[in-house]
């Protein structure tokens, strides 16, 4: 490689473009760049390579016999270097990875998942599971799902859906609970780093000034909800968090009254980059899915 150091990859390839297309016109056509610009060029390289490269004849350059066979090999290089780069952006387009909060991935995601692997069979899925906002410069990550109020700079926030809030409790539970002035009579359940509380929902559903038996407190949404499941009490949670486990029939909603928390989800992606074809892919099924839940 130190033989490469000392020669610019721009000269070589415009050596290689008039070796291969047999003008300076037709290469500069090619490089989209000026003939007095790739003429430099060759004249720049012959200068570094210390031997000339061409014969200058009235019909053109014409390459010299001596060093045809490097020049052929320079092509077939170049043709190596062409492949190589379209199987690093096929790879980039195949290989999806995507910043996910674990809530949203365990408690939504990975039950509908085997739909678009089966739609797309060419695409690998690699999740990042983590709760805090992802940084895309110096890393891997083609994309990202997160809720939160919006407004982040550097990236583009693609509306998903927004939050609503309600509670829910086990079915046996739900027997005894008719109104919401009933949540005075049993345990309610907390989630200590919820970006909302309960009076976010009480106030809407007309018991703002309702005495709560307050029950265990979580640092976990997803273990809040397992404790509901259970029968320990009453949670707030919100649609996509406890869809499966509605649809499930492991917990109920005891009033059906579904308040905004004020927050939403998010496809997140780099502002102002190409997004690769799985990218795309992944986001439009994700929409499309969200759509039969109800949340499109």
């Known amino acids: 490689m130190s033989e490469l150091n000392r020669i610019h990859l721009n000269g070589l390839r415009a050596v290689e473009t008039v070796y291969r297309l047999g003008s300076l016109q037709a290469a500069a056509d090619a490089l989209g760049v000026s003939p007095g610009a790739v003429s430099q ?29 490097a020049l052929q090999r320079m092509t077939d290089a170049f043709d190596m270097l062409a492949s190589a780069t379209a199987m690093a952006r096929h790879r980039d387009d195949d290989i999806l990875t995507v910043s996910i909060a674990p809530i949203f991935a365990a408690r939504w995601l990975v039950h509908r998942l085997p739909d678009f692997l089966e739609k797309n069979p060419g695409i690998r899925l690699r999740f990042d599971a983590v709760d805090g906002l992802v940084s895309f410069t110096g890393s891997d990550i083609d994309a990202a799902i997160r809720y939160g109020p919006g407004g982040w700079p550097g990236v583009d926030a693609d509306l998903l859906f927004e939050q609503d809030i309600f509670p829910v409790c086990a079915p046996a539970l739900a027997k005894t609970l008719k109104t919401p002035a009933d949540l005075a009579r049993v345990p309610v359940l907390v989630d200590d780093n919820w970006h909302f509380g309960w009076e976010t929902w009480m106030e ?16 976990n949404a997803s273990l809040c909800l397992d404790a509901a499941i259970s029968g320990q009490g009453v949670a707030l949670t919100w649609d996509i968090l406890a869809q499966y486990a509605l649809d499930n029939g492991q917990v109920v909603e005891p009033f059906h009254v579904r308040v905004k928390s004020g927050w939403a989800t998010y496809f997140v992606t780099p502002q102002g980059k190409r997004l690769p074809k799985s990218v795309n892919l992944f986001r439009d ?3 499309a899915e969200l759509k039969l839940a109800g949340k499109g």
């Not at 004249?43 to 045809?68: A, H, M």
């Not at 559903?205 to 979580?218: E, H, K, N, T, V």
């Open 41 to 69: 060029q060759i004249i720049r390289t012959e200068s570094q390579l210390g031997q000339p490269l061409f014969e200058r004849t009235p019909k053109g350059l014409k390459p010299l016999d001596t060093v045809v066979p």
């Open 204 to 219: 809407p559903a007309g018991i703002a000034d309702l005495p709560l038996r307050r029950g265990p407190s979580f640092s």
């Open 285 to 287: 099924w994700l929409k």
